[in-house]
C-alpha cells in the first residue's frame, strides 16, 4: 500500500486554552424577534451552548474515541487525504466507502462503522459484512485543504476510486448523503469498471413530471420551495463568497458553532429542537472538528467549486436509494429513476432526516445492509 501512514488525533493543548479563552470573551448579538428559532438558534440556546462547550464539554472525551478506530493520512494528487479505514475480520467482507457532507464529518459514521465492519459482534449475520473507509472530504476535518481551484465533486469521486485501489479493493461499494450522495454519483458515474454498486440517502434529481403527484412528490415541491425561501442562504454565501464568511467563522467558536448547529435543527427529524435528534455533546464532537482544523472557509469552497452542477450525470450503476422523511428535500422514485437508470434498492422510511447515520444509525445499518445484500 503506497504512501498510507498511520495517523492518530492529537489536539496540542494550546488550542483547547485559547478555544476557552473565545468562549469566555463570546460577544453575543441581541435576542431575535420573535423568540423563536425564526431568525436563527435562538439567544438563549447558544448561551446554553456556549456555557455547556466552556465548562462540561470534554474534548478529550471525544479526542479519544476517535482514536479508538485504525487512521490513516495518505497523498493523492498533492493533497493529503485523512480516512478511518476498519477491516472487518468477516470472511467474505466487501470493501465499502462512506462519504459525509456539510455541516458533517467523520463523527457521523462513528456508530455505524462497527456494526458495518462486525455485523457478528453486534448480533447480525456475518455474510452482511463490509472494510469500511470513512475519508474526511478535501478541506474538512484532518484532510488537506486545496490550495488551488479543481477540487470539486467529480476530482473528489476519482481521488476516492484511487484511494480504494490504493487499500487493495478491486471492487468496492460506495455510500453518501449531502455532498457524500454527489461523490457517491459521481463515482457511480466515473469508476464502473470498479464500483460495483452505490447508496445515497439524499436523492438528487429533477422533479419530472409535475403532474398527477403524489403525496411524497408534493412534499418534495414543498420542501424545495421552503429550501429556496427560507434555509438556502447559507449554500448561497458558501458557493459565492467563502472567503469572506470565512473570516467570521474561523475567528468565533459561537459563529462556528451557531452556522452548524442551525442546520442540525432545520435538517433533522427533531420535532423543533435539535436536541432531540443529537446529544448536545454529539453536536459539538462536530463542530470541533470544523473548530480545531480551522475548515470553515476550506469546507465552504467545496460549495464555491460544485454547488452548480450536484445533480449532472445519469447513473447506471447499480443504485439504492433510502428516503428519510425529514431529509432536506424528498425525491419519488419514478422522480428519482429519469437519473438513477438501474435502482436495485428503495425505501422510504418512516423516521430520521438529512443526517441519517448521525441520527438513526441502526436504521441506516439496516439500509445499507439490505441494498448491497442484493449485489453481494
Known amino acids: 500500500m503506497t504512501d498510507i501512514r498511520s495517523f492518530r488525533i492529537d489536539i496540542p493543548q494550546d488550542a483547547l486554552d485559547d478555544l476557552n479563552t473565545r468562549l469566555a470573551r463570546t460577544r453575543f448579538p441581541d435576542r431575535e424577534t420573535p423568540s423563536d428559532w425564526t431568525q436563527g438558534v435562538p439567544l438563549a440556546y447558544m ?21 479508538t478506530f485504525p487512521q490513516f493520512m495518505t497523498t493523492i494528487d498533492g493533497l493529503d487525504i485523512h480516512f478511518i479505514h476498519v477491516r472487518s475480520p468477516a470472511p467474505g467482507a466487501r ?11 467523520i463523527v457521523e459514521f462513528l456508530e455505524v462503522i462497527g456494526p458495518l465492519a462486525d455485523p457478528a459482534a453486534h448480533g447480525a449475520d456475518p455474510a452482511d459484512a463490509f472494510h469500511v473507509v470513512c475519508p474526511a ?20 469521486a476519482d481521488a476516492w476510486a484511487q484511494l480504494m485501489a490504493r487499500l487493495g479493493y478491486d471492487s468496492y461499494f460506495a455510500q453518501g448523503g449531502d455532498w457524500g450522495s454527489a461523490v457517491t454519483t459521481a463515482i457511480g458515474i466515473r469508476d464502473t469498471a470498479h464500483c460495483k454498486a452505490i447508496h445515497v440517502n439524499m436523492v438528487s434529481a429533477r422533479p419530472d413530471p409535475l403532474d398527477n403527484l403524489t ?12 429550501y429556496q425561501d427560507w434555509d438556502s442562504g447559507y449554500s448561497k454565501q458558501q458557493s459565492t463568497r467563502p472567503q469572506t464568511l470565512g473570516y467570521g467563522l474561523a475567528d468565533s467558536p459561537i459563529g462556528q458553532a451557531a452556522w452548524i448547529i442551525e442546520k442540525f435543527w432545520a435538517w433533522t427529524d427533531c420535532a423543533g429542537h435539535p436536541e432531540n435528534a443529537l446529544t448536545r455533546d454529539e453536536m459539538l464532537d462536530n463542530i470541533m472538528l470544523y473548530w480545531l482544523t480551522d475548515s470553515a472557509a476550506s469546507s465552504a469552497r467545496l460549495y464555491w467549486q460544485s454547488f452548480g452542477s450536484f445533480s449532472a450525470g445519469e447513473v447506471t450503476t447499480p443504485t439504492g436509494c433510502s428516503i428519510f422523511p425529514k431529509e432536506i428535500f424528498v425525491c419519488s422514485r419514478r422522480w428519482a429513476a429519469n437519473r438513477y437508470r438501474n ?18 444509525p441502526e436504521l441506516f445499518v439496516a439500509e445499507l445492509r439490505n441494498c448491497f445484500r442484493l449485489v453481494r
Open 95 to 105: 470493501p465499502l466507502i462512506l462519504t459525509h457532507g456539510w455541516p458533517g464529518s
Open 215 to 226: 403525496e411524497l412528490e408534493q412534499r418534495g415541491l414543498a420542501g424545495m420551495k421552503h
Open 343 to 360: 435502482i436495485i434498492y428503495w425505501n422510504e422510511l418512516d423516521r430520521g432526516g438529512h443526517f441519517a447515520a448521525f441520527e438513526q
Open 47 to 67: 448561551r446554553e451552548i456556549r456555557d455547556y462547550w466552556l465548562e462540561r464539554y470534554d474534548w478529550r472525551r471525544a479526542e479519544a474515541r476517535l482514536n
Open 137 to 156: 472530504l478535501p478541506g474538512y476535518g484532518f484532510s488537506g485543504k486545496p490550495t488551488e481551484p479543481g477540487w470539486g465533486v467529480e476530482k473528489i
